[in-house]
């Protein structure tokens, strides 16, 4: 089973301010990365796929890049809808998500 | 607009079985591959398989001997069922439609329901 590490679990940010959210793979994943968007008592959004290609409606201060077994999902200038938990998942092998990181005020 | 809306029993008692369905609306059930996914409270996603319109099922390894997945063309419905739940299977049950084979990424996802197994 591939093993999603994401980091950090909490992240503190203000409005307008960059946050960088990161994911480790265990093993090479092929760019088979998606990200997705989860708001409290809601299902989660998908956000990116591909590692880096946002999906339809995706605000372009959503971006997505990797460099070998590390993802990055980047969002610049946070708006208040953007404080949400994030998760990675890999579909390489079948499927396994990351534990997530929270991004609050 | 494809929109997908789970149902079933919320509160089921431990050694039962969990069933679900998930309707599908706004687009048609085929040819697509359809998922189920959960998440406990106040944690993480996990993966529990996911079935082809035609019927073609793959499972999450961990859950491979207590789930079963079928699909209802007609009524553009895909169903789960879970056996002999412990309190450990409480969770939000979600279902989600897959991008597309070989894409196993989701891209509509139903609202969730609570299934909590207690006596």
């Known amino acids: 089973e591939i093993v999603m590490t994401q980091s950090p679990a909490t992240l503190s940010v203000s409005p307008g301010e960059r946050a960088t959210l990161s994911c480790r793979a265990s093993?090479?994943?092929?760019?088979?990365l998606a990200w997705y968007q989860q708001r409290p008592g809601r299902a989660p959004r998908l956000l990116i796929y591909?590692?880096?290609t946002r999906a339809t409606g995706i605000p372009a201060r959503f971006s997505g890049s990797e460099s070998g077994t590390e993802f990055t999902l980047t969002i610049t200038s946070l708006q208040s809808e953007d404080f949400a938990v994030y998760y990675c998942?890999?579909?390489?092998?079948?499927?396994?998500f990351g534990g997530g990181t929270k991004v609050e005020i | 607009q494809v929109q997908l809306q789970e149902s079933g029993p919320g509160l089921v008692k431990p050694s039962e079985t969990l069933s679900l369905t998930c309707t599908v609306s706004?687009?048609?059930?085929?040819?697509?591959?359809w998922s189920w996914i959960r998440q406990p409270a106040g944690k993480g996603l996990e993966w529990i398989g996911r079935?082809?319109?035609?019927?073609?099922?793959?499972?999450n390894s961990s859950l491979e001997s207590r789930v079963t997945m079928s699909v209802d063309t007609s009524k553009n419905q895909f169903s789960l069922k879970l056996h002999s739940v412990t309190a450990a299977d409480t969770a939000v049950y979600f279902c989600?439609?897959?991008f597309g084979a070989g894409y196993l990424y989701f891209d509509y996802w139903g609202q969730g329901t609570l299934v909590t197994v207690s006596s």
């Open positions: 079935i082809h319109a035609s019927g073609t099922t793959k499972f």
């Open positions: 591909g590692a880096s």
């Open positions: 093993q090479h994943i092929n760019s088979n």
């Open positions: 998942q890999q579909y390489n092998n079948w499927v396994t």
């Open positions: 706004g687009g048609s059930i085929s040819p697509h591959y």
């Open positions: 989600a439609k897959v």
